[in-house]
């Protein structure tokens, strides 16, 4: 499964960079509002209704992470993907797994694996690598952009520590689809408050682009 789950956000990632041009609020607005409409029926097929005995604590926890990771945290990685190549941006993701395990060792006391110890440095070295520009490579590379993607992939990463508690009480199928949903409201307010609400619903006008981003969609954020 996990290796099924890497290879449909590789297929993702691949596609979301196919929408450079577009602006990441709405490339990340669609993909949500979609995945979200996606999951619903999926609960419906299966028979699957919210949780309305769940505390309040683990409500707020949902939707924080949902803000966190599906608003922030994949805005900022889109708008990175746009600078650099996908490629670079999959060495960038590899800093997802050390991060959630170091973040829930501190927060939440679990306990820190002697692999992570070992390959926590190695993802960073690798990440520093990847900055790295040879004196004789003539191409550019954009620092913004991997700072974005990292800071995405961090704060996706942090999104997951906060609902964690929640998700080990719940459906993952039911916490996923509250947690996008929260996101895409809360990144759709945002934009309506800047005065961005053309721009942020650009992409749910039928257009060629809606190929490579139903494909990233479904692979990225309904399959993975």
């Known amino acids: 499964m996990a290796l099924g789950c890497a290879l449909a956000w590789a297929v993702a990632v691949l596609s979301f960079r196919r929408l450079e041009k577009l602006p990441p ?3 990340n607005l669609f993909k949500n509002a979609v995945a979200t409409a996606l999951l619903v029926l999926t ?3 299966v028979g699957l209704a919210p949780d ?3 505390s309040a604590s683990d409500w707020l926890s949902l939707v924080v992470s949902g803000v966190l990771g599906l608003a922030v945290a994949d805005t900022l990685f889109l708008a990175g993907l746009r600078r650099i190549d996908a490629s ?3 060495v960038a993701d590899c800093a997802y797994s050390p991060t ?3 973040l829930s060792a501190v927060f939440l006391h679990e306990p820190l694996a002697a692999g992570l110890v070992l390959g926590g440095p190695l993802v960073v070295l690798g990440l520093l690598v990847v900055s790295h ?3 004789d490579d003539a191409r550019t590379f954009d620092r913004m952009g991997l700072g974005l993607v990292i800071a995405g992939v961090v ?3 942090i999104g997951v520590v906060v609902a964690k508690p929640a998700l080990d009480r719940s459906h993952l199928l039911e916490a996923t689809t509250i947690r996008l949903a929260s996101g895409s409201i809360a990144l759709f307010l945002f934009e309506l408050l800047r005065g961005k609400r053309e721009e942020v619903l650009s992409l749910f006008k039928p257009q060629p ?3 490579p981003a139903l494909v990233a969609t479904f692979f990225g954020t309904y399959v993975s």
Do not use: I, L
């Open 25 to 27: 609020t709405a490339v």
């Open 43 to 45: 609960m419906a097929a």
């Open 52 to 54: 309305t005995d769940r």
């Open 88 to 90: 670079v941006a999959a």
């Open 100 to 102: 959630v395990v170091v």
């Open 133 to 135: 520009r040879r004196r």
């Open 155 to 157: 704060t996706t990463a």
């Open 209 to 211: 682009a809606w190929r």
